[in-house]
């Protein structure tokens, strides 16, 4: 079945470092893929979002590319500010179409 | 407008005990999903609703976990018997309707705590 792998964390960044966080899929044909965060005391919220291979989904200067070559879909940021101390999430839609499926999430701790 | 509303915040319970978890979707939202969060597993799938009907309640993890929602709207989760490791965050979610072949987003509410002594 489906499935999502993440890189683990803690990621411990400066403020103004260059973010990149893994992530990784298995899937049956081209899921849509999703970047969930979910900051401290809330709920998740979605961040980003690609619907077909090459799809660039990009939010508060967050990016990420829908790669079916190498089926990644890392995230990356060009400079981060401690406002984005969060756990994210990557996820994809699972096989019957009725849920997402979820990587472990990693945390990110950006200090100034 | 209002997003995902779930109730209560916190439950404490005994072992042993019943709990009922509320979810009041987003108004015009006919997909509706609950999930569970905690530490050893992460984010898990528990059950899908469509409208009242649920096709896929393949995550609920024993027959003690059970949901209905009823008018297309409001969900109920209901944990029988609670046992410790049931002790987690209850997520609900919902999301538009969905047309073949589109994706879709899901919403989702601040969660329940629940906590089993």
């Not at chain 1, 969930?36 to 961040?47: A, F, H, N, S, W």
């Not at chain 2, 209002?2 to 009041?24: F, H, I, M, W, Y």
């Not at chain 2, 609950?34 to 995550?59: C, H, M, T, V």
Request: charge should be neutral; aromatic fraction near 10%.
């Amino acid at each position: 079945g489906n499935s999502v792998t993440q890189m683990e964390g803690p990621v411990t960044l400066s403020e103004e470092a260059f973010l990149t966080i893994n992530c990784t899929y298995t899937a049956t044909g081209y899921p849509s893929l999703f970047w969930y965060v979910q900051y401290p005391g809330e709920g998740l919220q979605l961040l980003l979002k690609a619907t077909k291979a090459d799809d660039k989904g990009s939010n508060k200067g967050f990016e990420a590319t829908y790669r079916k070559e190498t089926t990644s879909f890392h995230l990356e940021k060009g400079s981060v500010q401690v406002s984005d101390s969060a756990v994210y999430f990557c996820a994809l839609v699972n096989q019957a179409g009725t849920a997402l499926i979820f990587g472990k999430g990693t945390t990110l701790s950006v200090s100034s | 407008g209002a997003g995902v509303s779930q109730s209560p915040s916190n439950k404490v319970t005994e072992k042993g005990k019943d709990v009922e978890l509320r979810c009041d979707p987003i108004s015009g939202h006919t997909a509706l999903y609950w999930y569970r969060q905690s530490l050893g597993q992460g984010l898990e799938f528990l059950i899908y609703f469509q409208g009242n009907s649920a096709p896929d309640k393949s995550g609920l993890p024993s027959d003690r976990f059970s949901a209905e929602r009823t008018g297309g709207s409001v969900s109920t989760l209901t944990i029988q018997r609670t046992q410790q490791e049931d002790s987690a965050v209850y997520l609900c979610a919902s999301s538009p309707r969905r047309t073949s072949g589109r994706s879709y987003e899901q919403y989702f509410g601040p969660g329940t705590r629940l906590t089993v002594t």
